[in-house]
T-cell receptor, first 114, second 111 residues
Framework: DAGVTQSPTHLIKTRGQHVTLRCSPISGHKSVSWYQQVLGQGPQFIFQYYEKEERGRGNFPDRFSARQFPNYSSELNVNALLLGDSALYLC?????????????FGPGTRLTVL | GQQLNQSPQSMFIQEGEDVSMNCTSSSIFNTWLWYKQDPGEGPVLLIALYKAGELTSNGRLTAQFGITRKDSFLNISASIPSDVGIYFCAGRVNTGNQFYFGTGTSLTVIP
């Protein structure tokens, strides 16, 4: 079975630009969460979507937005990029109910902002 | 936000030795997860814990949900070179859908 997939693998942008990152969850998983992982730190929660609705939001500015599509894939958008947005962006998927707690991560998208 | 402190920050051990690491929080959690992350990859789920006092094993790995619900422990027995990586704990409070991750424990196994 395919795991969580993310695209692109790597991305280089300049300050002020906009970026869109994509995630496809494990087949059958309806919940997708996004995390930002800065080098040397643990992942930090950005958003959680379940059944196409936002169910949780971390402490990130409004420049960060996301959505989930009918096929449960998801996009993370970041506007007006700052140097500090450089990080590994991780997507995690999970089932509903108790299994929701078990999140499975994709390989991530490495974003570099110059 | 919630603070999850992991200790030790890093470990250097001989192959075959046992490893213990822990994670403490300032809040009560209702779920604890343990992950391993290799360089350039996403975290891989190792063990999930749902009840205070719960002890769960996955091969050579054993994790426990602390009685106070503010801590969790991970043990690795008879370490091997492929155990090298960064181990993260993650917890969720009773309300909300957010998981908080620890600061990580970097494990190096010397053959």
């Amino acid at each position: 079975d395919a795991g969580v997939t993310q695209s692109p693998t790597h991305l280089i942008k300049t300050r002020g630009q906009h970026v869109t990152l994509r995630c496809s969850p494990i087949s059958g998983h309806k919940s997708v969460s996004w995390y930002q992982q800065v080098l040397g730190q643990g992942p930090q929660f950005i958003f959680q979507y379940y059944e196409k609705e936002e169910r949780g939001r971390g402490n990130f500015p409004d420049r960060f937005s996301a959505r989930q599509f009918p096929n449960y894939s998801s996009e993370l958008n970041v506007n007006a990029l700052l140097l500090g947005d450089s990080a590994l962006y991780l997507c995690a998927s999970s089932l509903a109910g108790r299994e929701f707690n078990e999140q499975f991560f994709g390989p991530g998208t490495r974003l570099t902002v110059l | 936000g919630q603070q999850l402190n992991q200790s030790p920050q890093s470990m250097f051990i001989q192959e075959g030795e046992d490893v213990s690491m822990n994670c403490t929080s300032s809040s009560i959690f209702n779920t604890w997860l343990w992950y391993k992350q290799d360089p350039g990859e996403g975290p891989v789920l190792l063990i999930a814990l749902y009840k205070a006092g719960e002890l769960t094993s996955n091969g050579r790995l054993t994790a426990q949900f602390g009685i106070t619900r503010k801590d969790s422990f991970l043990n690795i027995s008879a370490s091997i070179p492929s155990d090298v990586g960064i181990y993260f704990c993650a917890g969720r409070v009773n309300t909300g859908n957010q998981f908080y991750f620890g600061t990580g424990t970097s494990l190096t196994v010397i053959p």
